[in-house]
């Protein structure tokens, strides 16, 4: 089984560290093991799950070519079954993927995930006023996740959604109020597989 990669990107400050934890919660299985690599240094910390049954590995790259040297090393290392890759909105997304896209790295590993995190209240200014960063992650995003809607303005919310939805029809849009209901809400909208399926795929792939 290919390790599986998902890949996080968005503007500092918009949760994608919160996000990472919460999709770790949420989906993370038993045996699951799991590496992070950080292109970006924000104030949020990735939180370690102190249970023997779930791994979890955590490292910080500062660039691209960075990370083209220490991942391969890693997986040799880690064996993990998956990587999430944090990545700075204002980097160029293609430098990633043309790096992934190397056959040392699609001999073991897929992208299965790209998930874009927005802060709602700029949102629709990002994307009007510096498009050029912003657009190429959203045309690329299986899920758009719009932060802190609590704090939107409604109208100016959904012209920022709306856009969105514009430049990415097939993008799952998950709207959360703040960083505190991201697990609920994660939990709730039911598309992430942490089921009995996954479980059985990991077990098989470790006891292999």
């Known amino acids: 089984m290919k390790i599986h990669i998902e890949v996080v990107t968005g503007f500092l400050g918009a949760g994608k560290t919160s996000f990472i934890n919460s999709l770790l919660s949420e ?40 990370l083209k040297e220490k991942m391969i090393s890693s997986i040799n290392d880690y064996n993990p079954n998956r990587i999430i890759i944090e990545y700075n909105g204002t980097s160029d997304l293609k430098q990633l993927f043309d790096m992934l896209s ?60 709306k856009k969105v939805k514009n430049i990415n029809s097939k993008a799952y849009v998950l709207r959360v109020n703040n960083k505190y209901n991201l697990n609920s809400t994660l939990r709730e909208s039911k598309v992430l597989d942490r089921g009995y399926f996954k479980k059985l795929k990991i077990k098989f792939a470790n006891y292999k």
């Open 27 to 66: 989906t993370q299985v038993e045996g699951e093991r799991v590496l992070i690599f950080q292109l970006e240094g924000g104030v949020e910390k990735i939180s370690e799950i102190s249970t023997v049954n779930y791994f979890l590995r955590t490292k910080e790259i500062n660039e691209v070519s960075e």
């Open 102 to 161: 190397e056959k040392v790295y699609r001999e073991r590993c897929k992208i299965t995930t790209v998930f874009f995190v927005a802060d709602g209240k700029s949102l629709n200014e990002y994307i009007d006023n510096i498009g050029g960063f912003i657009v190429p992650f959203i045309q690329s995003a299986n899920m758009v996740i719009v932060n802190n809607v609590e704090c939107c303005n409604p109208k100016v919310l959904e012209e920022g959604v």
